[in-house]
C-alpha cells in the first residue's frame, strides 16, 4: 500500500486486493516501460509530516510519470489505466466516507491536468479487486472474487 | 512480525492476558450459542503494522466473511471480525444445528449467524479492554461483507493514515468436536487511541502489582 514500481517489459507488476485504493498504471507504448502506483488516498495537504510519495494522488502520479521519463519513457506515448477506488462497505455511513471515489476523482482531474490518455478503468462498485500489469503487451487483468477476468 | 517496535514485552504479556479473558468469554457464549461443548487453542496475539496484516492468511487471495464494526468511546477505531472461507461452512452449520425451528439455510442465513457471532466476539473483548484497562469503550452495528482481506481493510488503513498506524490482531482456534474453526478479531486504532489504549494498560499493570 501506497507504494510505487516502474519496470520494463517482459516483467510484471501486480497488486493484490484493492479496495478504496486505486492502481494507477502508466505506460509508454512505444519502449515498453511502466510503472504502477498503489494510491490510498486523494491529497497529501491534509496529511501532517513528510509522507511516501507513492501513497497520494497528487504526489504519487507526477512521481510517476517524472519516474518513468529519467528511465527514458517518452511523455507522448504515456496512457493511463486505473483500478480499484470501491465502497467496501456500502452501508457503513459516515466512518466509511468514500475515500474510493475521491481517489478515482482526483486521479482523474491530475491525468487531465498532465495531459495522459487514460485509455482503460474498472473503477467503483462494492468490491475487492487484484490487478496483474503485462509490460510485454501493457495488458491488465483485472480479477475479482464471483467475477470474470476482465481485461482494461 | 516484530511486536517490540510497538509496546514492550511487559505490556504485550498484559495484552495477551487480556484477549486470553476476552477469550474465555466467547467461549462461553459460544458454546452457549451451540449448545455443546466450545473448547480453544491459547488465542495468538500480534501487532503488526496496519497494512501488513492480510499476510496473517495462508492465501490473502482467497475471501474472507469479514464483520466490520466501529469502536467509539475513551478509544476510538474500527474493529473487524474475520472468518476464512474454508471455516465458514462448519461454523454455520453448527449454530444452524443448535437453532430449534425451521432455518434458513440459504445465504442470507449464514450471513446473519456471522454477523451475530462478530457482534458477541466484538461484545467480549470490548469487555475485557473495559474492566482491565477501565476503559468506557463500545461497538456499534456490524456490517457483513465478503471479499479479500486487504480489499476490506484498506479504506480503513487510508482513512487513518496520516499518522503510523497498527493493528491489534487476535487470532482464536475455536474447538468444537471434530471442527476447527480458526477465526481472527482485529482492532485497529488511530495512533492517538493507540496511545491510550497503551497508557491504560500501563496504569492497569501498576495497579495490579
Not at chain 1, 517482459?10 to 515498453?32: E, F, K, M, N
Amino acid at each position: 500500500m501506497g507504494e510505487g514500481v516502474i519496470t520494463r517489459a517482459p516483467h510484471t507488476i501486480s497488486s493484490l486486493g484493492l479496495g478504496s485504493c486505486v492502481a494507477v498504471i502508466l505506460y509508454d507504448t512505444q519502449q515498453r516501460i511502466g510503472g504502477m502506483a498503489h494510491i490510498m488516498l486523494p491529497d497529501s495537504g491534509s496529511l501532517n509530516g513528510s509522507q511516501p510519495s507513492y501513497k497520494c494522488a497528487d504526489t504519487a502520479i507526477v512521481t510517476l510519470i517524472q519516474g518513468l521519463l529519467d528511465r527514458g519513457a517518452a511523455r507522448r506515448y504515456l496512457v493511463a489505466k486505473i483500478a480499484g477506488g470501491a465502497r467496501m462497505f456500502a452501508n457503513y455511513g459516515k466512518l466509511d466516507n468514500g475515500i474510493g471515489a475521491q481517489n478515482i476523482m482526483t486521479i482523474k482531474r491530475i491525468m487531465k491536468a498532465e495531459r495522459i490518455r487514460l485509455i482503460g478503468q474498472d473503477t467503483g462498485g462494492h468490491h475487492g479487486r487484484s490487478i496483474q500489469f503485462h509490460l510485454d503487451s501493457g495488458k491488465v487483468l483485472v480479477t475479482a472474487i464471483g467475477k470474470q477476468t476482465k481485461e482494461i | 512480525m516484530n511486536n517490540e517496535k510497538f509496546v514492550s514485552e511487559e505490556q504485550l504479556d498484559f495484552l495477551r492476558e487480556m484477549m486470553n479473558v476476552g477469550a474465555g468469554n466467547a467461549v462461553t457464549a459460544l458454546s452457549q450459542m451451540l449448545q455443546r461443548e466450545v473448547n480453544m487453542d491459547i488465542p495468538a496475539v500480534r501487532i503488526l503494522p496496519a497494512p501488513q496484516v492480510s499476510p496473517i492468511l495462508d492465501n490473502p487471495s482467497l475471501p474472507v466473511t469479514c464483520v466490520r464494526m466501529g469502536m467509539v468511546g475513551d478509544a476510538t477505531g474500527d474493529l473487524f471480525f474475520i472468518v476464512p472461507d474454508e471455516h465458514k461452512a462448519s461454523l454455520i452449520h453448527l449454530v444452524q444445528q443448535a437453532t430449534p425451528g425451521p432455518k434458513d439455510t440459504g445465504t442470507a442465513g449464514g450471513r446473519s449467524i456471522i454477523t451475530e457471532i462478530g457482534n458477541i466476539v466484538a461484545g467480549v473483548y470490548m469487555r475485557a479492554i473495559h474492566d482491565f484497562c477501565k476503559l468506557n469503550i463500545y461497538h456499534t452495528l456490524p456490517a457483513l461483507k465478503i471479499d479479500m482481506l486487504q480489499s476490506l481493510l484498506d479504506g480503513s488503513i487510508a482513512a487513518m493514515s496520516h499518522q503510523a498506524q497498527i493493528a491489534f490482531i487476535i487470532e482464536n482456534v475455536f474447538v468444537v468436536e471434530e471442527h476447527r474453526i480458526r477465526t481472527f478479531f482485529l482492532i485497529l486504532p488511530p495512533a492517538s487511541s493507540v496511545q491510550r489504549l497503551v497508557d491504560s494498560m500501563g496504569q492497569a499493570k501498576m495497579a495490579l502489582a
